[in-house]
């Protein structure tokens, strides 16, 4: 699809994981001339996700998906989502007189095939930070629990429970870190991506910003200082960090702050769910040598990995539960999606204490 000047917008997609600094990143990007940042569209996730919809719709949710994926079984759905896409990042750039959109949204770890299937030829600036920090920041700020109680580590068992008992919300948090950081890690040899360093982006924030702009094809003369500006755009919205409301200066002291912020336990929490070998790939070799001096252990990379299949686990299973079960059933056939998520789910918790039981295992014998 064509857009205002005969041509696809130019679109930029910010990848990062919740509280890792993408709202912070965005409003300097956004200081410059041609660029647009909306807080969070959210647009490719509401696309990926299109003819699913809640179990409960009077239309039936099978059915709906059932007959949209025989539709677009038909024609290319990344031609169709592209032609919505870009009419509605076309529109947006308009009404902001803008050249250049970033569409920055946190969890779109979770769709990156279908981003890539959309717009292959769009730029990706990926910003990665500690995950101790990011960590430390769920906690603070969202109140996220790295630990069962007061007193006592997350051990495997108490996380089962901790994924059967509480909001979903809650843990997808901890699912960002154990799935949707070594997801984000792949794409760093993606051409076109742009890898951002939260840590070196408040150190100098203007050489970042100005490596950035320059990547991105605009004139990095076209910000003077990355200073913090006024970000009023976010006091409309419900989507963005809140916290950049209160600043009037780029702050570096939570670079280091989660060392106070995380006892021992919860490091060892972090270490085990991501996994030494990604902090290290990542370049947190320091911070992982601070967490390991205050007794923090590498329990290896099969730990992380049992974690992983254990997050996985739940999120089918999560996902199961929000809509129908994919090819549960065909127009003209009854329709028993309640009880089929039933035994779906009872299945899916099955082998998620299975995959617990092997883990803690694992765990006695190390």
Not at 77 to 90: C, E, L, M
Not at 264 to 273: A, R
């Amino acid at each position: 699809m064509s857009g205002r000047f005969g041509r696809s917008p130019e679109v930029c997609f910010l990848l990062g994981l919740p509280r890792s600094g993408t709202t912070l990143l965005a409003h300097l990007l956004q200081l410059h001339p041609d660029i647009v940042a909306p807080p969070e569209p959210w647009l490719m996730l509401a696309l990926e996700a299109f003819g699913k919809v809640d179990r409960r719709h009077p239309a039936g949710s099978s059915l709906i998906e059932a007959a949209t994926s025989e539709f677009f079984g038909r024609i290319d759905r990344a031609i169709v989502s592209r032609a919505f896409a870009d009419a509605a990042y076309d529109q947006y750039l308009a009404e902001a007189g803008k050249r250049i959109i970033i569409d920055k949204t946190p969890r779109y770890w979770t769709v990156l095939d279908f981003v890539e299937s959309v717009y292959p030829e769009a730029p990706h600036i990926l910003l990665m930070r500690n995950p101790y920090a990011i960590a430390a920041s769920l906690k603070s700020t969202w109140g996220i629990p790295l630990r069962a109680d007061s007193s006592q580590p997350v051990s495997v068992s108490s996380l089962t429970d901790l994924m059967l008992r509480l909001p979903d919300g809650i843990i997808s948090s901890l699912a960002d870190l154990v799935l949707g950081l070594p997801r984000l890690a792949e794409q760093r040899t993606r051409p076109q991506a742009h890898l951002v360093q939260y840590e070196l982006l408040v150190a100098r924030p203007d050489e970042e910003i100005q490596r950035v702009l320059t990547g991105l094809g605009c004139d990095p003369g076209g910000v003077a200082s990355a200073s913090m500006g006024r970000p009023d755009y976010l006091q409309s919205s419900s989507f963005g960090d809140r916290k950049i409301l209160e600043r009037n200066a780029i702050d570096g002291s939570s670079v280091k702050s989660w060392q106070s912020q995380l006892c021992v336990e919860e490091m060892q929490t972090v270490t085990d769910l991501v996994g030494a070998e990604l902090l290290l790939e990542l370049g947190y070799e320091q911070e992982l040598l601070h967490a390991q001096k205050a007794g923090v252990l590498d329990r290896g990379r099969e730990v992380t990995e049992l974690y992983r299949r254990i997050f996985r686990t739940w999120w089918d299973m999560r996902s199961t539960n929000a809509g129908g079960l994919p090819g549960s059933s065909h127009a003209g056939e009854p329709v028993h999606t309640a009880l089929n998520i039933s035994e779906n789910r009872d299945v899916a918790i099955e082998m998620l204490r299975g995959e617990v039981a092997r883990l803690e295992q694992i765990l006695c014998i190390s």
